[in-house]
DNA sequence: CTATAACTCTCAA
DNA sequence: CTAACGTTGAGAGTTATAG
């Protein structure tokens, strides 16, 4: 249970795909590396050497390829199974250093320090960067403040080693003269909250600094914009609105959508894609004991090649009956799918989502007992699946995927989840 | 007209 | 050789629709 009174730590890694890859690989110290999307598509992380050169984040590796090449930049495609295989480490290590932790992202946690101010907060904060560097071999920075906001900006200062921070910064130790002028330097859109779109009619109105945000009306900022920036006001301000959420409340939608390796004209290559995402986003319902309600499926082509014919289409079924039966759930798909599939298009994406989803208990079966599911069979294939790895046992609509699944033509080894991927010793 | 549903926009990692 | 540009989820606000 959090405090009454909480003090947030934010811990953030730096850089953390590029430096997951470059921790399996000495070779890598000091050369600059990025790690790309889904598809090998966008730069998604960029090691601190890569930053140095101004290679933006999100910036697609095709537009950057000569350059890269100028620069010996080495690519990598997402190895997600090492990122969250690190990430699970990271966190474990994290709990030891508070009862009260939200998972927030795959790099990043919230902690609530309360109670160890006697050690002193940005001391504490450096022991928890000793030991994530010592134990796993990854940097991390930590941010201290009263408010999840404030500690998302001290962890922000603790990066860009503002008021000499060096990988910790703590606000709750700082004056409030030091706040201001430290405030003041700072960028309103580097605020949690403040996007793309919000920092610019913010900057019309005068207030480009997190100083001149946090010193705003609240009740204004409430009628200019919304209650979710006078939320952020006050955060601002020290006063926590948001507070640290321990356990991940169930999924009330849950997504899967990919683009394709290469364009997709058949129907048959999109009833494969089709079917495996809406198995995997019925693996994902199932985990968290829950059933959906209803189905949506989307397809579109490329938006952004103008001269092929454009198309998009997404359509939602409920179902009559609410079910995690994948085989259920995929025949609904597919029905929506042969709906809004029209010929003669160059497709670069599907999507599978589920919706209305309720627990599984709480679920008032139909008066004729549920449709065909068989929860058992779920569970056996889960189990399958999950002891010799994802797809080991599929769907007979999910076919062999070969046409129009994701390009990963970076990929590194298996290093942490597949003993094939373990470095190797040479002998001499 | 109101209450709700459906959809759109914004943000984040 | 050319073309090539991520995924998932939440929540607020707005618009459409039903009664």
New binding site residues.
């Given amino acids: 249970m959090p405090t009454p009174v909480p003090i947030f730590a934010l811990v953030d890694c730096n850089n953390f795909y590029a430096s997951c890859e470059k921790l399996f690989n000495p070779k890598l110290a000091g050369v600059p590396v990025v790690v790309l ?3 090998d ?2 730069v ?1 992380a960029r090691s601190a050497e890569v930053k140095a050169l101004g290679i933006p984040m ?1 910036v ?1 590796w ?1 537009k950057i ?1 000569d350059q890269a090449r100028q620069h010996g930049i080495v690519a990598f495609s997402s190895n997600y199974a090492l990122y969250a295989d690190m990430s699970n480490r990271v966190m474990e290590v994290l709990a030891q250093f508070s009862p009260d932790i939200e998972v ?5 946690s919230f902690l609530d320090l309360a109670g160890f101010e006697s050690i002193g907060l940005a001391e504490y904060g450096r022991q928890i960067r000793e030991r994530i560097q010592q134990w796993l071999g990854l940097a991390v920075c930590v941010g201290i403040a009263r408010s999840k906001t404030l500690a ?1 900006l001290a962890n922000h200062c603790a990066k860009k080693n503002l008021a000499g921070a060096n990988g910790v910064c703590d606000f709750t130790a700082m004056s409030a003269a030091d706040m201001d002028s430290l405030l003041d330097r700072i960028d309103v859109a580097e ?8 920092a610019p009619r913010l900057d019309a109105m005068g207030i480009r600094t997190v100083r001149a945000l946090r010193d705003a009306d609240a009740n204004s900022v409430r009628a200019r914009f ?3 920036l006078e939320r952020t006001v006050r955060e601002l301000r020290g006063t926590s609105c948001l507070a640290l959420e321990e356990v991940a ?1 169930a ?9 394709f390796g290469q364009r997709v004209h058949d129907f048959d290559d999109l009833q494969e894609a089709v079917a495996s995402y809406i198995s995997r986003a019925a693996e ?1 319902l199932r985990q968290q004991d829950s059933l959906a309600g209803a189905v949506t499926v989307h397809i579109q082509t ?1 938006p ?2 103008l001269s092929e014919p454009r198309y998009q289409k997404a359509v ?1 079924l409920p179902l009559p009956e609410a079910t995690a039966d994948s085989r259920l759930l995929a025949r609904w798909a597919l029905l929506i799918l042969k709906q809004i599939y029209r010929p003669g298009f160059a497709y ?2 599907a ?1 599978v989502m589920l919706s209305d989803i309720c627990p599984r208990r709480m679920h008032q079966p139909s008066l004729f007992g549920a449709l065909g599911e068989n929860e058992r069979l779920m569970r056996t294939l889960d189990r399958i699946n999950s002891r010799w790895g994802r797809g080991t046992l599929r769907l007979a609509a999910e076919g062999m995927g070969k046409e129009w699944q994701m390009k990963r033509g970076h990929l590194s080894p298996g290093y942490t989840t597949e003993w094939a991927g373990l470095p190797t010793v040479q002998a001499r």
């Fill in positions: 999307s889904n598809n598509g966008c998604v999100g697609p095709f390829h927030y992202s795959i790099d990043e998302k605020v949690w909250g403040v996007g793309r779109k919000l919304s209650v979710v409340p999924k009330q939608q849950i997504i899967c959508s990919r683009s994902k490329s952004f090649n939602t670069q994406k999507g």
